[in-house]
T-cell receptor
Framework: AQSVTQLGSHVSVSEGALVLLRCNYS??????LFWYVQYPNQGLQLLLK??????LVKGINGFEAEFKKSETSFHLTKPSAHMSDAAEYFC????????????FGAGTRLAVHP | GAGVSQSPSNKVTEKGKDVELRCDPI?????LYWYRQRLGQGLEFLIY????????KSGLPSDRFSAERTGESVSTLTIQRTQQEDSAVYLC?????????????FGPGTRLTVL
């Protein structure tokens, strides 16, 4: 069965510092991988997704993620945090060959302090 | 353009009452999904609709939960005889197609509180 593990329910960084949010997945078939962001009192918004091809995926707001099959990971990074990045981030996986039923991790709440 | 909308945004009900939640997907999107987000947890898949095909109800937690969708339009999620453990945010999403790589667009959710 598919599962997604996000290490660290809370991450705190200084403004301008590197953001690294970790995601590991398990899947018996090649996965499709997604990162969503949820700002306070708003719905989820897609940051980026990996389907096929290049393993380094660039998304909105300066975020990127790299699919590493050998490590079953899809960590999210941003070189320099901004105060507006404070939100909850969810990693999700769906399986090729099926429909888009997403399995989500528990989420990581990112705090950015001055 | 219009996104996914959900109503009501908040619902407070008493234990044992029935509730109905509504989702309006993006026009032209064939696939519609319901998820549940309990406090401090990730999203949990409930049900999926694709066109006129039979829905995938595999995520519904009990027979008190049901959902309907007419064609490619509005969907309603009904919870009968609500229990306190049903308290959560219920999120609806739609996608243009139903493939595993298609982006799902989420509504703002309905926050359900069962007293």
């Amino acid at each position: 069965a598919q599962s997604v593990t996000q290490l660290g329910s809370h991450v705190s960084v200084s403004e301008g510092a590197l953001v690294l949010l970790r995601c590991n997945y398990s899947s018996s078939v090649p996965p499709y991988l997604f990162w969503y962001v949820q700002y306070p009192n708003q719905g989820l918004q897609l940051l980026l997704k990996y389907t096929t091809g290049a393993t380094l995926v660039k998304g909105i707001n300066g975020f990127e993620a790299e699919f590493k099959k050998s490590e079953t990971s899809f960590h999210l990074t941003k070189p320099s945090a901004h105060m507006s990045d404070a939100a909850e981030y969810f990693c999700a996986v769906s399986e090729s060959g099926g429909y888009n039923k997403l399995i989500f991790g528990a989420g990581t709440r990112l705090a950015v302090h001055p | 353009g219009a996104g996914v909308s959900q109503s009501p945004s908040n619902k407070v009900t008493e234990k044992g009452k029935d509730v109905e939640l509504r989702c309006d997907p993006i026009s032209g999107h064939t696939a519609l999904y319901w998820y549940r987000q309990r406090l401090g947890q990730g999203l949990e898949f409930l049900i999926y609709f694709q066109g006129n095909s039979a829905p995938d109800k595999s995520g519904l937690p009990s027979d008190r939960f049901s959902a309907e969708r007419t064609g490619e339009s509005v969907s309603t999620l009904t919870i009968q005889r609500t229990q306190q453990e049903d308290s959560a945010v219920y999120l609806c999403a739609s996608s243009r197609l139903a493939g595993p790589a298609d982006t799902q667009y989420f509504g703002p959710g309905t926050r359900l509180t069962v007293l």
